[in-house]
């Protein structure tokens, strides 16, 4: 299969041109329309400073059911005693800034590059991308990224500077989902830890359809509390 050069115009392949490892497209921009316009159609960037944009959508996809989310004794433990205040949208730069040099549990290697850090903000800023924090004694010690449209959340990153920190992020994350009646959480590529967690992997064409029915609902956009 060949790899398509993404033109100025706004426009993707069909993810069924993919190929194996799940690479479709090269190019392009990172432009907030693009992005959301990619998450609609199942298509994320994933690339590192030395490489040009790439655009991916991995057959099979592993995504995050949020009522299958798997919580451990010790972790619930630690939720009950409250041991890490949370908050929403408070520093997400600060997150996409740990995400790219901290301990990361999704996706690793160099891929935050500042173009795709400047991205995200971007999305940020316009209502689209979320993070959750984790603080202890008032220092950011975890918390993850990502991107919510319609009854999805795409999920990016997460770090942790202390034990269970971005778990309990996560655990958040998947109470913020089930409040909005979220489909799923998209965990993208195959992850022990996403997996550890409940994470499971479905064929493309079921994660497709699982989006279209997501994107029938109205986005929660602006800032999460």
């Known amino acids: 299969m060949p790899i398509f050069q993404l033109p100025d115009e706004i426009i993707f392949p069909d993810v069924s041109y993919a190929e194996e490892g799940g690479l479709l497209a090269i190019g392009g921009d990172l432009s907030v329309k693009r992005l959301i316009d990619a998450y609609s159609n199942g298509i994320f960037p994933w ?50 800034e740990q995400c790219a040099s901290g301990e990361r549990e999704i996706k690793e290697g160099t891929w935050l590059t500042k173009e795709m850090k400047d991205a995200y903000l971007n999305l940020h800023q316009a209502g689209y991308a979320h993070c959750v924090e984790t603080y202890f004694e008032g220092e950011l010690v975890g918390g993850l990224y990502g991107v919510s449209l319609g009854s999805a959340f795409f999920g990016e990153s997460m770090f942790f500077c202390m034990t269970d920190a971005s778990k309990v992020a996560l655990f958040h994350l998947v109470q913020k989902a089930k ?47």
């Open 47 to 96: 690339f590192s400073e030395e490489d040009p944009i790439l655009w991916w959508s991995p057959d099979p996809r592993l995504v995050l059911f949020p009522d299958r989310f798997k919580i451990s004794h010790s972790l619930r433990q630690k939720i009950k005693k409250n041991l890490f205040e949370v908050k929403w949208d408070s520093a997400f730069m600060q997150v996409l």
């Open 179 to 225: 409040e909005l009646e979220f489909l799923f959480i998209d965990s993208q590529v195959e992850t022990k830890h996403m997996i550890s967690l409940g994470s499971e992997m479905i064929p493309r064409e079921e994660y497709l359809k699982l989006l279209k029915k997501a994107l029938r609902h109205k986005t929660c956009q602006g800032k999460w509390k």
